[in-house]
């Protein structure tokens, strides 16, 4: 959709493939419409503020308490899992999470892996990783699957597709799928996904899913959809590898409804998904359908950095609903695609420099207008612009020992923060604020005509020839 | 040292304090919704047809014939059904004399794929319970009724018995002690499968049943 490409250096293009998106009226025209409308579907979900306000609350409550026993759930979840028969796997980095998948596909001989929806084998590029040796990945998502066969990435972390207008997906599916004719009938189109894909489902070697919720005590992994594509990946194949990040484990069973119920009705506005699927083991003995072996692969990448952080560590609160998206105000403007980061808006923002390091994410967290939005409406009461403005200070301070963050201290500039020192000086001292105000009024022609990205689209900023002091005076 | 050794001991390096463990019964006690067996099952039914599934008020008696007749308007000629249970045995008894064939799930399903990704139009499958706050049904696949059955045929038919709505998902798992032991796989639907992928526009049929049919007893009218 753009032509500046995303690359491992997210912060680098940023500016470019935001303004491709701001001059291009039909995707703003998509994003804000698609926005718009899970503003307004949310809303409907929580008619009476005191219990939005209390399950919150409670939301945070559940993961806060959960975050502060982590490594001692996860060792319960493998006890748990290991009972039921799930095999457990750990990775440190994406690379060593995509040789585990690789490893078991290639022990099943596997040619074809259905995925599910998983924005965690998004982060870890899974699906270069399997076509590097031979194993096709085909997403099973409507939205994934359409921005597979246009070999682009997902804008959003919930409707990855929403980018795209029905007559380009029409266009996309006359051109790609075989024998389909020109149709933007959203009802058509669908089921010539649903057919396409129902044949990938019948002869998969593998599903692939993500997880939304794992529970230690019973050794269950949870799964939101609607489509019902994340229940096929995980039924129809004979093999079923689950991917989830370390942080998204309750140690009850009971934890489930309050985060469940939290989770639909912010994402999508509903009061729930049509399915939630719990999956406690792979095929029993005497059952005749379900998968044969179950895995679950759980990814570290950078999530104990933040864990590290008390701070810092509210981030990994998160349940990925994509709220704070929605409802941001840059995000609405710019779109998913120009962040260039597996997850995009006020989220990928917390979340993206710990998984990439600050240096390929310094400015990121400067794409914000503190307006407070995703913290208001964020369902476990992220302080989502708390931790922004901790990430500037992480990324704009100088370089320190024993810093809290890989990269701290990237985007430092000795000038900068020079020129901010003086300012601050100058500010704290009426004599001194006199004289430069003095100065700058008498010597506004000294001011550049080109002041960098200001002058780009205004005009040069200059003193007025008197200061408001002066004025007053001479009324008086 | 293994990637499970340095993650558990990064994680056991980091200062963290005990939080208190979050009150989620209270939460539950002071939001109660609809009590009764009739408040709870209009409200579930209100639910799930707003989801776009059908509901037909039905007795333990009458549900066979209801059945019949929901095969017979939508021209459905064969049901996939559990032959080990006694609803499915009761269909397989009513169906056999109307001309609907009945298909026991009998093999693992590596014996007859194809056939029940293509030659399958609907199934008949029992729900465990439903929760009223979000029209949903609890399914608990086991050897009987394998988890496909409500997955792969583009009509799935659920009988439910009113007596089994519980309030809230909360409620139905407390109340039944899901925490003391879980299926392989037990399940939440709330509704024929579906979309908004393609521009937020609501489609039906994504990838799971198209049509999701509710006989719900001891309802009659």
Redesign the interface.
């Known amino acids: 959709m753009s032509e500046h490409a995303m690359n491992f250096m997210p912060s680098e293009g940023f500016r470019a493939r935001a303004k491709d998106v701001v001059e291009n009226p039909f995707l703003r025209q998509s994003f804000r419409g698609a926005m718009d409308f899970l503003i307004n579907k949310r809303i409907t979900q929580f008619p009476n503020a005191d219990e939005l306000e209390t399950l919150r609350t409670l939301g945070e409550q559940i993961r806060q308490y959960n975050l502060g026993k982590l490594p001692s759930l996860l060792v319960q979840l493998e006890e748990s899992l290991t009972r039921n028969g799930i095999k457990v796997h750990w990775a440190e980095t994406p690379d060593e999470a995509n040789a585990i998948i690789l490893g078991i596909c290639q022990k099943h001989s596997a040619k074809l892996m259905v995925k599910g929806k998983s924005m965690v084998s998004e982060e870890i590029e899974l699906n270069h990783a399997c076509a590097a040796v031979g194993i096709e990945a085909m997403e099973s998502d409507m939205g994934e699957y359409i921005v597979q066969l246009a070999g682009e990435k997902p804008s959003h972390i919930i409707m990855p597709a929403i980018h795209k207008t029905k007559e380009e997906i029409a266009r996309l599916f006359h051109e790609k799928v075989e024998g389909v004719d020109y149709t933007d009938n959203v009802d058509e189109l669908i089921q010539i996904g649903r057919k396409v894909l129902r044949e990938k489902f019948l002869v998969a070697d593998i599903g692939l899913s993500g997880v939304n919720f794992a529970v230690a005590e019973t050794g269950t992994l949870c799964l939101v959809e609607n489509e019902g594509n994340g229940r096929l990946s995980t039924t129809a194949p004979p093999v079923h590898i689950a991917i989830t990040g370390i942080e998204k484990i309750v140690e009850k069973l009971d934890h489930v409804p309050p985060l469940l119920s939290l989770l639909t009705r912010s994402a999508t506005g509903q009061n729930i998904s049509t399915y939630f699927n719990m999956i406690s083991g792979p095929r029993k003995a005497d059952e005749k359908d379900g998968p044969t072996e179950v895995h679950l692969v759980l990814l570290d990448n950078g999530r104990t950095q933040a864990y590290a952080d008390e701070q810092l560590r509210k981030t990994l609160q998160c349940i990925r609903c994509g709220a704070c998206m929605n409802h941001c105000p840059v995000y609405t403007r710019i779109g998913g695609h120009a962040y260039g980061t597996t997850y995009p808006g006020p989220i990928g923002k917390i979340i993206s420099p710990h998984m990439l390091g600050l240096e390929a994410t310094a400015t990121m967290a400067t794409a914000s207008s503190l307006c407070g939005a995703c913290g208001e409406v964020c369902p476990v009461k992220i302080p989502i612009p708390d931790l922004l403005m901790r990430l500037r200070e992480e990324s704009f301070s100088a370089p320190h020992a024993n810093p809290a963050m890989v990269g701290q201290g990237a985007g430092y500039s000795g000038l900068m923060t020079s020129v901010w020192k003086g300012w601050a000086a100058v500010y704290r001292s009426p004599a001194l604020y006199g004289m430069v105000t003095w100065l700058g009024s008498r010597f506004s022609w000294l001011m550049p005509s080109k002041q960098g990205p200001w002058t780009s689209v205004r005009v040069p900023l200059k003193p007025a020839p008197k200061r408001l002091r002066d004025m007053l005076k001479e009324r008086q | 040292m ?3 050794d ?3 001991a ?16 209270d ?1 539950y006690a ?2 109660r919704s609809a009590e009764t067996t009739a408040e709870k099952s209009a409200r579930f039914r209100g ?1 799930i047809e707003f ?1 776009h599934a059908e509901v037909y008020a039905v007795s333990n008696a009458s549900w066979p014939q209801k059945l019949w007749e929901v095969l017979s308007a939508k021209q459905l000629e064969k049901l996939l059904v559990a032959p080990g249970t006694t609803h499915g045995q009761r269909a397989i008894d009513v169906l056999s004399e109307s001309g609907i064939a009945c298909r026991g ?6 014996d007859w ?2 056939e029940m ?1 293509h030659d399958i139009p609907a199934s008949l499958t029992i729900a465990r319970s439903a ?1 009223a ?4 049904l609890v399914l608990w696949p ?2 009987h009724e ?3 059955m409500s ?2 045929p583009p009509v799935h038919i659920v009988l439910l018995d009113a007596s089994n709505i519980h309030n ?3 409620e139905a ?2 109340a039944e002690g ?2 003391d032991g ?20 609501l ?7 198209k049509e999701l049919i509710v006989l719900l007893i001891g309802d009659e009218a």
């Open positions: 293994s990637a499970r340095r993650i558990l990064k994680l056991n390096a980091a200062p963290v304090l005990p939080k208190a463990a979050p009150e989620i019964a939460w002071a939001h639910c989801a799930y009998e093999q693992k399903i590596e794929k194809e990704f929760i706050e979000t029209g949903t086991d050897a394998p988890r496909l997955l792969v809230t998902f909360y798992m407390t899901w925490a879980l299926p392989t796989n037990a399940l939440l639907i709330s509704g024929p499968s579906k979309t908004a992928d393609i521009q937020v526009t489609a039906y049929g994504a990838h799971g049943p």
